[in-house]
Every structure is written in structure tokens, then in C-alpha cells.
């Protein structure tokens, strides 16, 4: 019997769960009983049928609230820690001693047992042995330096190497793998990163060198150290990607399959999945951006659908066709960027009779529009990210990544795990 690869996963986790009722009963030292007391319930549980990358801002550790021991990691594959900084040297480095790993004082070196997020996130992982969890190494506001680390062999050389001593070496079991956050190669990120035509070319030659370098230590440590990263979903900068080359050497690429039209001059949606009907720009959907990626010869498995714990809003938009697609004026004016996490959205907006939910069915996305003062959000709620979900398992796709945990109130994670 042919068995696809989700359901052989999941008689995998039945054969786990039986060799667990049937070996933990036999352990009669005191030791091993109460070893097995302290597991709790919900942590003997085996790794989701696909792959389902929340990454974790660390900022929002303090900012948000986020505890890491609450975090929903028996319905998660991996976490992707954000984020590691490349140094004005080239190096990679903490970007947050203090959170990091709790060196706070000024000049304290950094310690020999994580402290902080990190040593919060290696008791996660001792309850729940399937959760790998990566480095996430720049991110929007962190890519300025990357160029310059790409640049030649040695200054590729200095970035793995740096990478790897601190990561995954200093800390031995914390960290499985390491992704790249660059945004972007070539153009496209923020205004004052270093940008250059050839970083086409140096992006592929940084990932080879970490591959190498990762499977050298992956040798002596007897695993396999994960290599990743997050791609735009754009058009313009998937065309600055090597995507043939740089394929062979990551385990899975994260499509950030978001952002679509943030700062545009229309009303438009953060993360469609479809083209909406009348669409100005059908290019700028998840299904438009992964194709692009298959098309340029990434096997399904090895793809990744983003997913936005978040929302977006425009302001000044005319009541017609309830906002959407129509003029904006700018950003709303009562909005905070705090407030765009699903968690905020649905205690406050989703709340209030002003704002009006409306469904596009062929995008297959919400959004909420106050007639009275103009205001249009675009976001993802528990009915869109389940339309995502069936989507990755339709298209055999690798799975879903996450922008960001501290985002959800628990409703978009169980729409992911099939619980909502």
C-alpha cells in the first residue's frame, strides 16, 4: 500500500506513540519513574505531518509578552530564532546579549550555559525532542552588512566560520541548523544597504560555503546541521536568485509569501492566495510565487508558504466595493504597528461594529473596512490560513512558515494543526 508522505508521518507518530505506552512501563528505576511523572501530557507528542516553522521575534520576549515555555511547539517543527547579526566585520554575532542569553552587565562575557531566550528555548526542546531549532541571521532590518560578507572567498569564509563557532558550537544541542534572512540580494531592501549586481552570484557562493562548512561540523557531531532561507516572494527579486544553484544546498526554502503590497497606493491584500477578481497585479499571490520557484526547478518538498500572523492597514479609502482595490490616501492614521498582530486584531477591530469583515472568495482572504473614517485592513484569520493549509497539502508542498509566534492568540496555530 502506497502511503503519501503526510499519512506515512502519521503512522509514524502512532508507532511512536504505541512504543511509548509499551517501553515506559517497563523502566522500575526510581529514577526513570520519575522522569517519566514529570513529562507532561501534551509534550510526549510526535512532529506534525509537515513541516511548520513559527519563527520567534526576540524582541517581543519583553515587548509582546511572549513566553517561550508557552510557545506551541508540539504543533511546530522547528522555531527559527530572530535574528543573528552580521557584525560591521563580517562576523555574525548576537544581536542582543542581554536576551539572547542573559548577559546584561556591561563587559560580561558571554556564558558557558545560555541564559536568557536561549536557555529558555533549550528546556523547550527537552520536552519536546522533535523541535529543531535554527538562527535566523538578518532579517529586513539587518541585511545592510551582507554584501560585504559575500563579497570575496575569505570574507565568505569569516561568515560561516563565525556563524558556526557561536551558534553551533558554544552552546552544543541548542541550535540544528542556520537560516539567511537576506533581503534582499541585488536590490529590493531597505533604503542604505550595501547592494550589488554581483551579490546574484556571492549569495550562491556564501550558501556553498556554508553548506560545506555546516556539513564539516555535522561530521564530527554525527548530525545534520540544517541550511535555510527565507526568499521574496516578488517576481523582480526572485529573478536575483541563483534558484537552480542554490536549491542543492538548502534543505527548504521559507517564500515570504506576505507583504505583497505593503505602502501601495490601493487598498490591496497582505497575502492572497489567489488573484481577487478585478486583481491589478495577479503576479502578486502565493500561488504566482511558487510557481515561479517550481518553474524554476524547486522540487515541491523544498518549498514553503509563508504565513502572516499580522495585519496591514491603508487609510483615506473610499466606500466602494467596501475598500477594496480603491485609493488610499497613506497609512491609517490610528494605527500602530503593534496592532497588527492577529492577537491585538482580534481583541480590538474584529470587536468593534464599526469595522465590517468581508470575504474575497477567489484570493481567499478577509479584510475589515470602517465606512465612517476610511480605514481598510488587510490580514489572515482562522478561515484564510486553513484555505493556506490546504493549499501546501494539495500542492505537496514542503509546508508553512510563520511570521511571527507572538502574533496569535492560539486560534491561527490550531487552523494550521487541523484543531480549528
Not at 528555548?121 to 532579517?139: D, E, W, Y
Not at 563557532?165 to 540544528?176: A, E, H, K, M, S
Not at 516578488?234 to 509569501?257: C, H, W, Y
Amino acid at each position: 500500500m502506497l502511503l503519501r508522505r503526510g499519512e506515512r508521518r502519521q503512522m509514524l507518530a502512532r508507532i511512536q506513540n504505541l512504543l511509548l505506552l509499551v517501553v515506559l512501563p517497563a523502566f522500575t528505576h526510581p529514577r526513570a519513574e520519575r522522569i517519566t511523572r514529570e513529562i507532561r501530557a501534551d509534550d510526549i507528542s510526535a512532529a506534525p505531518p509537515m513541516r511548520v516553522v513559527g519563527y520567534l521575534a526576540s524582541w517581543g520576549v519583553r515587548s509582546k509578552g511572549t513566553a517561550i515555555a508557552n510557545l506551541p511547539a508540539k504543533h511546530l517543527t522547528h522555531i527559527f530564532y530572530a535574528f543573528g547579526e552580521v557584525a560591521a566585520d563580517g562576523s555574525v554575532t548576537l544581536a542582543d546579549r542581554c536576551t539572547d542569553v542573559g548577559a546584561c552587565a556591561k563587559g560580561e562575557p558571554l556564558p558557558a550555559k545560555a541564559r536568557g531566550n536561549f536557555g529558555q528555548l533549550l528546556q523547550l526542546k527537552k520536552r519536546f525532542p522533535h523541535l529543531k531549532l535554527a538562527i535566523s541571521i538578518g532579517g529586513w532590518g539587518g541585511s545592510a552588512r551582507f554584501s560585504d560578507a559575500a563579497l570575496t572567498e575569505a570574507s565568505r569564509k569569516k561568515f560561516a566560520s563565525s556563524a558556526i563557532d557561536l551558534y553551533i558550537r558554544r552552546w552544543p544541542g541548542l541550535f540544528d541548523g542556520i537560516d539567511i534572512d537576506w533581503e534582499f540580494p541585488v536590490r529590493g531592501g531597505l533604503k542604505g544597504n550595501v547592494e550589488r549586481p554581483e551579490d546574484k552570484e556571492n549569495f550562491t557562493l556564501l550558501l556553498a560555503e556554508l553548506r560545506h562548512q555546516l556539513d564539516g561540523e555535522g561530521t564530527r557531531d554525527r548530525k545534520h546541521y540544517e541550511l535555510t532561507i527565507a526568499a521574496s516572494a516578488r517576481p523582480s527579486e526572485i529573478a536575483n536568485l541563483q534558484i537552480a544553484k542554490i536549491t542543492p544546498l538548502l534543505d527548504f526554502i521559507g517564500v515570504m509569501t506576505y507583504d505583497y503590497h505593503t505602502g501601495g497606493s490601493i487598498a490591496h491584500f497582505n497575502a492572497p492566495l489567489y488573484p481577487a477578481t478585478d486583481d491589478p497585479t495577479p503576479e502578486l499571490t502565493v500561488d504566482a510565487s511558487i510557481r515561479a520557484f517550481r518553474a524554476g526547478g524547486v522540487t515541491p518538498d523544498k518549498l514553503l508558504i509563508g504565513v502572516p500572523f499580522f495585519a496591514k492597514a491603508y487609510g483615506g479609502v473610499a466606500d466602494i466595493n467596501g475598500g477594496l482595490l480603491q485609493p488610499s490616501t497613506g497609512a491609517a492614521k490610528d494605527w500602530r504597528e503593534s496592532d497588527g498582530d492577529w492577537r491585538r486584531l482580534s481583541a480590538t477591530r474584529l470587536r468593534d461594529r464599526r469595522y465590517v469583515r468581508h470575504w474575497e472568495p477567489k484570493a481567499q482572504v478577509p479584510w475589515l473596512y470602517d465606512a465612517a473614517n476610511g480605514t481598510w485592513i488587510t490580514y489572515d484569520d482562522p478561515e484564510s490560513v486553513r484555505a493556506k493549509a490546504n493549499y501546501v497539502h494539495e500542492q505537496s508542498l514542503g509546508g508553512m512558515i510563520i511570521w511571527e509566534l507572538g502574533g496569535d492568540d492560539g486560534r491561527l496555530m490550531s487552523a494550521i494543526s487541523g484543531g480549528g
